[in-house]
């Protein structure tokens, strides 16, 4: 039990630095902004998404590999309460998670194409489209998964 | 760079595959969790399925098979094709999948 725990905290905290570093970026490339210096959200829309690009790969890739370790036991001892306790939503939810973490991890090597020539404008909409569409996943992933592992996580 | 060139066909591609992949069980293998076994194709046995590493893997190995095809298409040809597609496919199959699971938010 101690086990599954650490590994679900790992992922967890995997999960937070993807979910700042993916919004970041995407609120920078919707949203830009050269002037930093003027207030908070000014600096948070000014960052230079280019430099994100990597650590999202690395970060989304290793957090879905601890979760797809983590997800038999998932499997076998949350979505079988889950079912019980009749709370299809929930259950609804995490399988969509799933379904869209592996979409969202193919995604990657798109998402890497078209962020290594960020400077040009021709693939500017493109660019912009996959940041919000991963970061709509990242988003969705992480909000599912902290609404399931209210219902049943640590120590349960 | 010819090979970066074919990322954003395999990432469109996997997820056309994966949406019909997911409605008609074209999964791979099976994982059984209770036994702790690996099944080849969908195989329901005691305990519950895990289809989805097999879902997984058979998309895997058809984005592959189309971005192959896709790398003998000469330039010209790959460059008539809308980049936007990379994006809006995904999500599509991802609008699909939502509209398949929705018994669960329907309940």
Redesign the interface.
């Known amino acids: 039990m101690m086990f599954w725990s650490v590994l679900l905290f790992a992922h967890m905290l995997l999960a937070v630095t993807l979910l700042g570093a993916i919004t970041h970026q995407a609120v920078s490339v919707c949203w830009p902004n050269r002037d930093r210096a003027k207030s908070f959200i000014g600096a948070f829309r000014g960052v230079n998404g280019m430099t994100y690009t990597n650590a999202i790969i690395i970060l989304f890739v290793c957090t879905a590999i601890l979760g797809?370790i983590i997800?038999?036991?998932y499997?076998?001892n949350v979505?079988?309460v889950l079912q019980e306790l009749k709370l299809?939503?929930p259950?609804?939810?995490f399988?969509?998670k799933?379904?869209?973490v592996?979409?969202g991890a193919?995604?990657?090597?798109?998402?890497?194409?078209?962020w290594?020539t960020a400077s040009g404008d021709e693939?500017r909409?493109?660019r912009t489209?996959?940041t919000?569409?991963l970061a709509v996943?990242v988003w969705w992933a992480f909000l599912v998964g902290h609404v399931v592992n209210n219902i049943r996580g640590f120590g349960a | 760079m010819k090979l970066a060139r074919l990322f954003p066909v395999f990432s469109a591609s996997f997820a056309v595959i994966y949406a019909p992949a997911l409605y008609y069980n074209w999964a791979l293998m099976t994982y059984q969790p209770a036994m702790v076994e690996w099944d080849f194709g969908p195989v329901t046995k005691s305990g519950p399925p895990m289809y989805w590493y097999g879902i997984v893997a058979t998309s895997f190995i058809g984005a592959c098979i189309v971005t192959a095809i896709a790398a003998l298409l000469p330039d010209a040809a790959a460059r008539r094709l809308w980049s936007g597609l990379t994006w809006l496919l995904p999500a599509a199959a991802l609008a699909f999948i939502a509209y398949i699971l929705r018994p669960y938010f329907l309940s």
């Open positions: 797809s997800y038999p036991n499997r076998l979505r079988t299809h939503k259950e609804g939810s399988e969509l799933e379904h869209a592996a979409i193919a995604l990657l090597p798109a998402y890497w194409y078209f290594r693939s909409a493109t489209g996959v919000v569409l996943i």
